[in-house]
């Protein structure tokens, strides 16, 4: 999954707020075994405005379920849901693949608010 090709095209400004990134902290995680690839399921809380939403990570090199309840994360919130294996995935949690591929968490450097929006 290491991304070697050059940079995407360029878009606008108004191109990147259409992509709707939020803070979020993990308050459910599990296993995720009917995945094709190992996963986790994630629940996500985004606050009061768009709440708890799913979402299946492709993160286990890094990550056990229990490192993941109470860290927060960041996840595309409007992309439409899209269903994998037995589970409806709401949300796109964000990574970065690390030198062997394995994905990393995006997330803040500090704590900032659930449902903080990334601009």
């Known amino acids: 999954m290491t991304e070697t090709t050059g ?8 191109d990147f707020l259409k992509v709707d990134i939020r803070a979020g902290t993990v ?4 296993p995720f ?9 994630l629940v996500i809380d985004f606050g009061a ?3 708890r939403k799913k979402s299946s990570a ?6 056990t379920p229990e490192t993941l309840v ?3 994360v960041l996840a595309v919130v409007n992309f439409p849901p899209r269903q994998i294996g037995p589970m409806r995935s709401e949300v796109l949690t964000l990574g970065i ?5 394995h994905v990393v968490l995006a997330a803040t ?3 900032v608010p659930d449902g903080s929006r990334l601009y």
């Open 58 to 63: 492709q993160i286990t090199e890094h990550y």
């Open 7 to 14: 940079p995407a095209e360029t878009i606008t400004f108004d």
């Open 70 to 72: 109470g860290r927060q």
């Open 109 to 111: 450097d500090k704590p």
């Open 27 to 30: 308050v459910e995680a599990e």
């Open 49 to 51: 405005e768009i709440g």
């Open 97 to 101: 693949a690390d030198a062997n591929g």
């Open 33 to 41: 075994p009917e995945a094709r690839k190992p996963a986790i399921k």
